[in-house]
Every structure is written in C-alpha cells, then in structure tokens.
T-cell receptor, first 113, second 112 residues
Framework: AQSVTQPDIHITVSEGASLELRCNYS??????LFWYVQSPGQGLQLLLK??????LVQGIKGFEAEFKRSQSSFNLRKPSVHWSDAAEYFC???????????FGKGTRLSVIA | DAGITQSPRHKVTETGTPVTLRCHQT?????MYWYRQDPGHGLRLIHY???????DKGEVSDGYSVSRSKTEDFLLTLESATSSQTSVYFC???????????FGQGTRLTVV
C-alpha cells in the first residue's frame, strides 16, 4: 500500500542547533512532495514543495528539503532552529492525476533554550 | 491565508445526533477535501470533491457523507455522531490534485 512514514514522533533540539526531520514514502513513481507546519491550535501552512527539477528545495522560514530518489526520502532541514519553530511538522505526498494528499503522522518539534 | 472559512469552529454534540460542518472558499478552487486529525494518526482523508456534485471517499469515510452543490461550499455530515468521531476536522482546497492544498483553521468537534 502507498504510504508516508515519518519515523520520529517527537524531536527535541536546542535553540540554535541544526534540525533534520525525516520523511519516507512508498510509491511506484516519484510523487509530488510537501512539508507542512502546524502551530498549536492552527491550521496547516505549506513550508515547501517538490515537483521536479533541482532536488534541493528552499522554503519559507529558512527551511529546506532534499529529495533523494534512491532512498525514497524527502527530509526537511534547518541549519539553526529558533524557539518559534516549535510546532508539528507533516510530510505529504500526492500522485499525478486525481489523487489527494496523503499525510504522514507528523513529527512534533520541541525547542529548548 | 487562502479564503477558506470553516464553521462552526467548535461544537459539542450528543451521541446519535446529526452534525453538519461547513467549508466555504472564495478561491474558486476545483478540489475540496475533508480531513480529520487525531493524535498519533496525523491527518486522514474523509472525503473529497473534484467538482460540483463530484465526490469520492477517502481513507476513513464510514459514518460520514458530503455534498457539494456549489463550487464554494463543501459540507461534511455525520449522520449519527459517535464518540469515535470526536476530532479536529480540517477542510482544504487546491487548484488540482497535485498542487499544494490550503487549509482552513479547523473545527473541533466533541461528541459526548
């Protein structure tokens, strides 16, 4: 079955430290890939997306993600985390054609001083 | 934020009662979606629509129905609410099925 896996349920990092959130998918073809962020009590906001081309994509708030076809991964990174980055992060994929987004279960990020 | 309004934002209802949640968009997007969010499950698709009167089931459609009589409105109905339907419900819209979706602020539904 097609699926999206975020292996880390909860990650804690120190402010100023680097961050990497993992996302793996299992689809036959290369899907369209997204990262969303959700602050407490809020809806989801798109951080970045990959459709094709350069496998390193830049997003908002200083985030970037790298698509690695050989590993079926689309990991999210940030070189220096700020306290305001504490939130839940969701990886999502969509296939071409009439198929909706499928989400991973999310990774909750905590930031400590 | 994209022009998406969910109503109500909060609702408490009793088991066995019908409940309708509304999603209204001002973006004229073709696709509309209903997801539910539960701890440990992420967002799961309930139903979606790819045009007026065109809908399809998602991963967790049992106990839910939808209607889309106008481009701008997508209704989610719980025919007979159960405690397992206590959740946060999100509406989303997109231009096509494989571009980014824009999300509403969510509706917190509690079934007691």
């Amino acid at each position: 079955a097609q699926s999206v896996t975020q292996p880390d349920i909860h990650i804690t990092v120190s402010e100023g430290a680097s961050l990497e959130l993992r996302c793996n998918y299992s689809y036959g073809a290369t899907p369209y890939l997204f990262w969303y962020v959700q602050s407490p009590g809020q809806g989801l906001q798109l951080l970045l997306k990959y459709f094709s081309g350069d496998t390193l994509v830049q997003g908002i708030k200083g985030f970037e993600a790298e698509f690695k076809r050989s590993q079926s991964s689309f990991n999210l990174r940030k070189p220096s985390v700020h306290w305001s980055d504490a939130a839940e992060y969701f990886c999502a994929v969509a296939l071409s054609g009439n198929t909706p987004l499928v989400f991973g279960k999310g990774t909750r990020l905590s930031v400590i001083a | 934020d994209a022009g998406i309004t969910q109503s109500p934002r909060h609702k408490v209802t009793e088991t066995g009662t019908p409940v309708t949640l509304r999603c209204h968009q001002t973006e004229n997007h073709r696709y509309m979606y209903w997801y539910r969010q539960d701890p440990g499950h992420g967002l799961r698709l309930i139903h979606y629509s790819y045009g007026v009167k065109d809908t399809d089931k998602g991963e967790v459609s049992d106990g839910y129905s939808v209607s889309r009589s106008k481009t701008e409105d997508f209704l989610l109905t719980l025919e007979s609410a159960t405690s397992s339907q206590t959740s946060v419900y999100f509406c989303a819209i997109s231009d096509s099925s494989n571009t980014e979706a824009f999300f509403g602020q969510g509706t917190r539904l509690t079934v007691v």
